[in-house]
């Protein structure tokens, strides 16, 4: 069982600036692919950024591209969410996603999600 907790939401002004990380329970972090998703009320939560176990592979989507910027540090079981330029679009609870890729495994976890608001 892995344990999701995020932190570093808030409200910010376009064009400004937050980290958010999630921090990672358990022993099986380096065996994680780890994921950002977002959603806004009434609609699907949407994938905004995925980094591979050994963080050699990035992937973000289009609306972010150039903006935000995934990493991880497997020594300390984190992972992050650099967010530059951000535009009121960008608003939405950000919710931290880990998948075991161990083989025969199925895990998929969820964190509680944090609130991040552009607005001026």
């Known amino acids: 069982q892995v344990q999701l907790v995020e932190s570093g939401g808030g409200l910010v002004q376009p064009g400004g600036s937050l980290r958010l990380s999630c921090a990672a329970s358990?022993?099986?972090?380096?065996?994680?692919?780890m994921a950002w998703y977002r959603q806004v009320p009434g609609k699907e939560r949407d994938l905004v950024a995925t980094?591979?176990?050994?963080?050699?592979?990035?992937n973000y989507a289009d609306s972010v591209k150039g903006r935000f910027t995934i990493s991880r540090d497997n020594a300390r079981n984190v992972v992050h969410l650099q967010m530059n330029s951000l535009k009121p679009e960008d608003t939405a609870v950000y919710y931290c996603?880990?998948?075991?890729?161990?083989?025969?495994?199925?895990?998929?976890?969820w964190g509680q999600g944090t609130q991040v608001t552009v607005s001026s």
């Open positions: 358990g022993s099986i972090f380096k065996s994680l692919r």
């Open positions: 996603n880990a998948k075991d890729q161990r083989w025969g495994r199925t895990g998929d976890y």
């Open positions: 980094i591979s176990r050994i963080a050699g592979s990035t």
